[in-house]
Nanobody, 124 residues
Framework: QVQLVESGGGLVQAGGSLRLSCAAS????????MGWFRQAPGKEREFVAA???????TDYADSVKGRFTISRDTAENTPLQMNSLKPEDTAVYYC??????????????????WGQGTQVTVSA
C-alpha cells in the first residue's frame, strides 16, 4: 500500500501559478504510475495529468496542455506545476497512484490509491 498527501493548494488570481505536491509514503518511481485528477462542485472527477512509473511518458488533459506540468522531483514526490491559471481550474485536486501500467492512464477507476485532496481556487 501507499499513502498519498497533497499540499500546495490555495487562492490565486487568474494568470497566476501554483505548485501542488504529492508526497507518497514510499518510493513510487519505478513501480507506480502517478496521476492528478480534479473535481469541481457539481461536476464529475476528471483527469488532469499523469506520469508513468518509468518517467518515460506523460499525458495531459487538453484543457491544461501547455499550462500544467507533471514531474517527479524525488522518488516519493510527484508535483504538479500549474501556470496561467484560469477560473475554470478551480477544483479540489487529487493525487492518485496505481501499481504498474495497465490500461488507459487517464482513467480514474484504474488507480488504487488516492490522497485526501487540496483545494485550488482561481479568482477572476
Amino acid at each position: 500500500q501507499v499513502q498519498l498527501v497533497e499540499s500546495g493548494g490555495g487562492l490565486v488570481q487568474a494568470g497566476g501559478s501554483l505548485r501542488l505536491s504529492c508526497a507518497a509514503s514510499k518510493r513510487t518511481f519505478g513501480s507506480y504510475d502517478m496521476g492528478w485528477f480534479r473535481q469541481a462542485p457539481g461536476k464529475e472527477r476528471e483527469f488532469v495529468a499523469a506520469i508513468t512509473w518509468s518517467n518515460r511518458g506523460t499525458d495531459y488533459a487538453d484543457s491544461v496542455k501547455g499550462r500544467f506540468t507533471i514531474s517527479r522531483d524525488t522518488a516519493e514526490n510527484t508535483p504538479l506545476q500549474m501556470n496561467s491559471l484560469k477560473p475554470e481550474d478551480t477544483a479540489v485536486y487529487y493525487c492518485a497512484a496505481r501499481y504498474g501500467s495497465r490500461g488507459d492512464i487517464t482513467k480514474s477507476e484504474l488507480y488504487n490509491y488516492w490522497g485526501q485532496g487540496t483545494q485550488v481556487t482561481v479568482s477572476a
